[in-house]
């Protein structure tokens, strides 16, 4: 027994040595898990970065935010370098509800899952049979309190530095350039690691032999609840947080054991949060400039000089320290001019809204739930199929900042990387770097305008309406009035509230124009009608000029979707249509117009060969008001039809759009109803 118990640390090393278990910091860990994961190049607002693939794995995971990952990232690799970020912490700050918290949690979560795998695991040790030195009373196993790692109680085995090198290359083997490589990571045993080690020392008379049997190797618990590997601390109110709470405090229990009143193994770092988390974790300081000072001042010793110290005794951690905060706190923190100390020791990352609507789509259905919904009475509760179109586009105008050279429709179509007539994505990044110069962070692209937890809340009051639970439907149009509500109930400052309800009756626009497109695809019995006729204009004005065009105005051509021979009618009337109605009067403008299309086409369709122009608003709705007022004697006689439902014809061309969008479209009664009726008023038509 004895024998297996002396090897516990030699076996340790030997598998280190043999690359079965890993010695690294805890910023090369988390480089490692990120930087192993797929890595693909992506343009956001006219520039360049990286989307790292482990952000975005799992049911909930992260959406957008790929500057501020990039700012991680960068921070974490350049620590893991021995750069100057390692004697740095990294803050999140931002308006509240912008998924700051959100992000954190979802890398302790990913880390933790990271380090269970085989070869990733922590270990750590602890010293068995402590009764037999005599002045430890009933203790007997003492655990390493800040969960070292065995290769670190290696490497201080002897007082002297050379011999310790001597044991690793001549009992395990490791060569010069590989114990250069651990000396990288050298950090002394902490207080009472060192101190029972000494006692250790003398009790054997120095027998390394004999010492090692009071060594055991344990892996680090994972458990979450405990606070191991991954820690929270929440900023708690002036009189109940203290220092204790990080870094932890004397504990008379194990003073009635210790005779010894010089043992450093009386205070109880475990109480802290930092301890638990200083073998190679990751301390979350949540909301960290709401503490009070003196436990900020405690953070300042802990993030440049990773120690914790008590009473003059020190334990070297080893932490990625990451913390949150919103505006408010920061400013008011930066305006006490006596804190720089401590903001000059953190890495400032401030965290912006999502601001393209695409990408909004996805947090719209975090906000919905994945969950089948149901109304006060236990019945199934239907989702208009245009409530998430609805919802994402109003959200992301509130925290689009207005520009002299952008309208906000061009800003938001920009910002998803879409099509906005003449304007390019340059415009933007230009806007986005002048708005940045602004030291007012608020004043930021992005930085303002309605969060998740706004929209968390409009859905749960279009739950509760009673609209809603009668007609048993999320109806769209609703989502607007219940937005309207939380913007006059929860946004403080009069000048964002007049904005954000003027951002709403832009996307109340742009539901009608969508709307305008769903009840032409409902009229033709085909849900990608629109779609269709839009292709066919641009393989129109594509085809016009071709040398192959007969008389008979037919083209030949092949499509880039399927790749099969296609023959194309062409329509001069249908063209020059389309074009009236995009005001384009004169044959200079036209073909601008066309020469821009052909540019589009030329550069989408090359790299997204299903691109199909439906992001280009402008050209949907001509089309749409083309295709309506020619096959419909005008949109106005369909919604005549629709509203005056006396005589037979008009019933039924009723019963059959509602049966092709309950059918087809993904509608059911209430909101088909509701639609239809909608699109009989004139309201919110720009």
């Not at 804190?339 to 975090?366: F, G, M, W």
């Not at 044959?587 to 280009?616: C, H, L, W």
């Not at 083309?626 to 439902?645: F, P, Q």
């Amino acid at each position: 027994m004895a024998k297996k118990l002396q090897s516990q640390l030699i076996e340790h090393l030997e598998a280190v040595k043999a690359g079965k278990r890993r010695f690294e910091n805890a910023f090369q860990a988390v480089a490692r898990m990120i930087l192993e994961s797929e890595i693909q190049k992506v343009v956001v607002n006219g520039k360049t970065t990286y989307d790292f693939s482990i952000f975005r794995t799992g049911p909930k995971h992260i959406v957008g935010m790929y500057d501020e990952i990039n700012s991680f990232v960068s921070y974490v690799k350049d620590a893991a370098e021995n750069g100057s970020s390692k004697e740095m912490a990294f803050v999140l700050v931002g308006e509240p509800g912008n998924g700051k918290t959100f992000f954190v949690d979802y890398l302790c979560a990913k880390y933790r899952r990271f380090l269970a795998k085989d070869g990733n695991r922590k270990y750590t040790f602890r010293f068995i049979g402590m009764d037999k030195l005599g002045h430890y009373g009933k203790i007997t196993t003492i655990e390493s309190q800040t969960y070292e790692d065995p290769m670190i109680l290696a490497m201080n085995l002897f007082d002297d530095p050379d011999e310790n090198r001597q044991f690793l290359a001549s009992k395990i083997g490791f060569d010069d350039a590989a114990i250069e490589k651990l000396w990288e990571n050298y950090r002394p045993l902490g207080a009472c690691s060192g101190y029972i080690w000494n006692d250790i020392r003398n009790h054997t008379g120095g027998n390394l032999d004999k010492m090692l049997q009071f060594v055991e190797i344990m892996p680090v618990p994972l458990t979450e609840s405990l606070g191991t590997l991954t820690g929270k601390y929440p900023a708690k109110d002036k009189i109940t947080s203290s220092a204790v709470d990080l870094l932890g405090e004397e504990s008379i229990q194990r003073l009635l054991h210790i005779t010894d009143t010089n043992n450093p193994y009386r205070f109880d770092l475990r109480r802290g949060a930092l301890a638990r988390v200083a073998g190679g974790g990751i301390h979350f300081s949540d909301e960290i400039y709401k503490n009070k000072k003196d436990l900020v001042q405690v953070y300042l010793g802990v993030i440049q000089n990773r120690t914790i110290e008590i009473d003059g005794f020190k334990w070297p951690i080893d932490t990625l320290i990451v913390a949150t905060s919103n505006n408010s706190e920061y400013n008011r923190f930066l305006a006490e001019k006596e804190e720089a100390p401590i903001v000059d020791r953190c890495r400032i990352c401030y965290v912006s809204h999502n601001t393209n609507y695409k990408l909004q789509k996805t947090l719209t259905e975090y906000a919905i739930g994945n969950e089948a919904r149901t109304t006060l009475m236990r019945e199934t509760l239907h989702q208009d199929p245009n409530l998430n179109y609805a919802a994402s586009v109003a959200v992301v105008l509130t925290r689009l900042p207005r520009s002299e050279k952008l309208t906000p429709i061009e800003t938001m179509k920009l910002a998803a990387g879409e099509v906005a007539g003449e304007k390019s994505i340059k415009t933007l990044a230009e806007v986005i770097d002048t708005l940045n110069q602004n030291p007012d962070i608020t004043k930021r692209f992005g930085q303002k305008g309605l969060g998740q937890r706004n929209l968390g809340r409009a859905i749960q009051l279009l739950i509760e309406s009673s609209e809603t639970n009668e007609g048993r439907c999320m109806f769209a149009y609703d989502i607007f009035k219940a937005l309207e509500r939380i913007i006059l109930d929860y946004v403080v400052e009069a000048n964002d509230r007049a904005k954000y309800l003027e951002d709403l009756k832009i996307a109340k626009g742009l539901y009608r124009e969508r709307i305008m497109t769903e009840m032409f695809n409902a009229y033709m019995d085909e849900p990608l009608a629109i779609r269709k006729d839009v292709m066919n204009y641009v393989n129109m004005i594509i085809g016009i000029d071709a040398e192959n065009l007969g008389s008979d105005k037919m083209w030949k051509y092949k499509d880039p979707q399927t790749g099969e021979m296609k023959a194309l009618k062409i329509d001069e009337r249908f063209i020059n249509s389309v074009e009236e109605r995009l005001g384009l009067k004169t044959a200079e403008q036209r073909e601008t117009f066309r020469t821009s299309i052909r540019k589009i086409y030329g550069q989408k369709i090359s790299v997204d060969p299903n691109y199909d122009f439906m992001d280009n608003l402008e050209l949907v709705k001509a089309v749409t008001d083309v295709r309506l007022k020619s096959d419909i004697a005008g949109a106005g006689s369909l919604i005549g039809a629709l509203a005056n439902r006396t005589n037979e014809e008009n019933q039924k061309l009723y019963d059959r759009m509602v049966d092709t969008m309950l059918n087809k479209l993904g509608y059911c009664r209430t909101c088909a109803q509701k639609t239809i009726e909608y699109f009989c008023t004139q309201e919110d038509e720009n």
